[in-house]
């Protein structure tokens, strides 16, 4: 097993008064795919968010306990309110369910988080895009259509941007929200296999639902299910 | 990516950003503010003592030295009331069908005619009202003008209804959907749908509509201005000529600026301030209430 | 509920559809009827070659092409405005407001939809009679003060519109932006407005709409019956609806009415254009204004 890229320790976190997770304690090692696996509303989607701090958005989200993300070289506390969550989503991609290209061309939409990060050389641009859109293998598919709108695509094709997206800012740890759920087998098998290419330089968590996909690429599995508390 | 790439960094933008929104909306505020605070001032170093009381309830009686805007507050209540007890059945009648009982195909279609009503401008039905109906009311009444309460109010009543309907169709398009598929899947018939699950569940959006409407009707100006004949008088059938706050102050604004006459268009301006303001509040009260329970 | 009963609901819905529908095409084809004769260019431009007073080499004297000019130089100057104060307070009630904040600007922006116009326009009156008692003797309605206070008048429209917008950008959405790692303010920017524009548009068109047909405001802050082309914002103007006011009450002769009836279905062309716009605009265009590279 490779060494630990997060540690979570004691964590609870509530809906207002609802508590949805209680007590986690995990280690998520770098440079692998781990898998979260479990019961709908068991609170999977809602662990993925502790991640980048999505749930911030969430009116009445509150979180306890200690969740240690190692950049570099030393850990770092993700809810140390003195790190900048900004910058912390730069660092972190996320990939949703459904695809979510945003309403502009194809090029834009992976140019899109460099642009907010206010990376705007043009030469530089130009080619992390690129880069990006290759290391998903979209590039044949999309190379002469660049300016064309991004929801002109198949859903497979969308879903694979908005993992180009997700790595243009060449993000050490990538989240992943059931991102093969909505895709017919065939792009599914396409996600999966970029995946796993992606470990060598990515962490990656992943939710799941199709047991056969965490069999196939999962290194290691948290299980959400009330009353197992797995590992493998 | 090391320790300090996380580092928070002062966002000068987000700063600068937020202050400039945040005059933006207080400046719009004010404006509220100083809407009344311009009447006030310009209004108030008019009158003597004890006037202001005197104009807000005594009569008009220019020759006795009396310029009390009662009779206007009466002619301003009377065709709002009026107009709103027209529209309200008709509204409600429109919004169900549209919503509830009429075929789905014809719903969108009628919903936009009923948008497009909402734009139609105030002037046209004034001038269409003066031409058209009021010499239909005055030929079937057959005495007085025709300038009357009565014509003003049905013109009224037209105007505030698409605006009522929408309300309606609001508050009725929130009606939970798998409510109504329950009465559907139960067997129940359209009107059954209407009468027992829509209507008690829309009960103060209903209100609150009908409330807003009113505030409408009780700040029409055209309309009252140039159908409802503009006598001023305490009215005693619908029949009657009346003058409403609004017309008043169209009317006498173009008058002697030292005259009594025109200061009681102050007074006339800050009472419809007034009224609005117990309106809408009186429409968020009923839509908090609602929501507490 | 008995199957007479259901009949008789049903029944009044279709009545109440008929007799609003019916209303409502009654006035317009009643003003169709009255006014096609009048519709032809002398109706705009009078006696004057219609290329002559375009290009503003002549004065139109019997037409309506004063009218429209200022009506048109009243919507420009109200819009522009209205639409930046109005914009930014909208962001700020849907993106940056406290709870307190929230409810306390939230009916502070309902009492301004909900003041009458003329009062309003009493307002703009005041404010100018302040001035010319206290500044300088030379201001007096114009068409500056007409366009700022119609300009509050629309304020809270767009107000309201950016905030619903803005508001109902599904959840999913509101977090792309973020989980790339946007600010609030990038995020705002780069993709609520843009998801939102086209309500956005819609609410500014029906805040043109409203401009264009308000006779009440202007009545009190500068319209006047002649003034030719609209030259200075410091002087009065001549407007669309103002002009068919006139004619209602102070019409001469049988033509001029039907040139009044005329002008009604200009009006109503002007504003029934600017609602369809309005209409496609919400349906149509998504978001590509402001994504260039
Ligand atoms: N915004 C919210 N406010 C309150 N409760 C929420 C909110 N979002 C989620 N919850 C609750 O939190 C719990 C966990 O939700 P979450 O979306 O994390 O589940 P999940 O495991 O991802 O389920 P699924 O497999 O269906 O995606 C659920 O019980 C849900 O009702
Ligand atoms: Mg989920």
Known sequence: MTPPKIKIESLDFYYNTHQILSNINETIPENAITSIIGPSGAGKSTFLSLFNRLWETTPGARVEGRIQARFSDSFMDINDPKLSVIQLRRAVGMVFQMPNPLPMSIFNNVAFPLKLAGITEKETVQNRVTTAIKACGLWPEVKDRLDKKATTLSGGQQQRLCMARALVMEPEILLLDEPTSSLDPRSGAMIEELMVQLKPRCTLIMVSHQPDQVERIADQVIDFTPGSESCR | ?293 | ?293
């Open chain 3, 1 to 293: 509920m008995n199957r007479w009963g259901e009949k008789a609901i049903y029944s009044l819905s279709v009545l109440s559809c008929v007799l609003l529908f019916g209303s409502v095409a009654i006035l317009l084809g009643y003003l169709l009827v009255k006014g096609l004769p009048a519709l032809n260019p002398g109706l705009i431009f009078g006696s004057t070659p219609m290329v002559d007073a375009l290009f503003l080499k002549r004065q139109v004297f019997d037409g309506i092409f004063p009218a429209m000019a200022g009506t048109l130089a009243l919507i420009a100057l109200a819009i522009t405005i209205a639409v930046p104060l109005g914009l930014l307070a909208g962001i700020y009630m849907a993106e940056y407001s406290g709870r307190f904040t929230r409810s306390v600007f939230g009916f502070f922006f309902d009492l301004l939809s909900g003041i009458p116009s003329i009062v309003v326009g009493l307002f703009g009156f005041s404010a100018i009679l302040f001035f010319h008692h206290h500044i300088s003797e030379s201001l007096a309605p114009c068409l500056l003060v007409s366009a700022l206070s119609l300009a509050f008048l629309v304020l809270p429209y767009i107000v309201k519109t950016t905030q619903i917008a803005l508001e109902t950008v599904p959840q999913q959405t509101r977090i792309t932006g973020l989980a790339l790692g946007a600010t609030r303010l990038q995020n705002i920017v780069f993709c609520l407005i843009p998801e939102s524009l086209s309500t956005i548009l819609g609410g500014i068109i029906l805040a043109v709409g409203r401009c264009a047909e308000d006779t009440a405001v202007i009545m009190l802050t500068g319209a006047v019956v002649s003034a030719g082309l609209p030259d200075s914002l410091f002087k009065g103007y001549e407007a669309l609806p103002f002009y068919i006011y006139y004619i209602s009450s102070q019409y001469a002769d049988q033509t001029e009415l039907t040139q009044g009836f005329g002008a009604c279905i200009v009006l109503l062309l002007i504003c029934a254009t600017l609602f369809t716009l309005a209409a496609i605009i919400q349906k149509k265009v998504r978001h590509t204004l402001l994504y260039r590279h």
């Open chain 2, 1 to 293: 990516m090391n320790r300090s790439f996380f580092q928070q960094k002062r966002d000068r933008n987000e700063t600068a950003a937020r202050a400039l929104l945040f005059m933006s909306a207080l400046v719009c505020c004010l404006l509220v503010v100083l809407i009344l605070g311009f009447m006030v001032v310009t209004g108030l170093p008019l009158f003597g003592q004890n006037q202001a009381m005197d104009l807000l309830t005594g009569a008009w009686s220019p020759h006795n030295g009396g310029y009390g805007i009662a009779p206007m507050i009466f002619g301003t209540l009377w065709i709002s009331f009026l107009s709103v007890v027209i529209s309200f059945p008709m509204s409600l009648g429109c919004a169900a069908y549209i919503c509830v009982l009429g075929p789905h195909g014809k719903a969108t279609v009628m919903k936009r005619c009923v948008q497009m009503m909402t734009g139609i401008p105030t002037i046209i039905y004034g001038f269409v009202g003066v031409f058209l109906l009021v010499p239909l009311i005055r030929n079937t009444a057959g005495t007085g003008s025709g300038m009357c309460i009565l014509s003003a109010s049905l013109v009224l009543a037209v105007l505030i209804a698409p605006t009522m309907i929408l309300f309606f169709i609001q508050s009725f398009d929130r009606v939970p959907r798998s409510w109504l598929d329950a009465v559907d899947a139960l067997g129940g018939s359209r009107v059954q749908k209407l009468v027992y699950v829509v209507l008690p569940a829309c009960v103060k959006g209903i209100v609150t509509g009908t409330v807003l409407s009113f505030g409408r009707a009780l700040g029409d100006t055209l309309v009252a201005l140039m159908i409802a004949g503009n006598a001023i008088q305490k009215p005693d059938s619908l029949l009657d000529s009346a003058r409403t706050l609004t017309a008043h102050i169209a009317l006498v604004s173009a008058a002697d600026f030292e005259s009594m006459e025109f200061k009681s268009i102050f007074l006339c301006g800050a009472v419809l301030y007034l009224i609005t303001a117990l309106v809408i509040l009186g429409a968020r009260l009923i839509e908090r209430r609602g929501t507490h329970e």
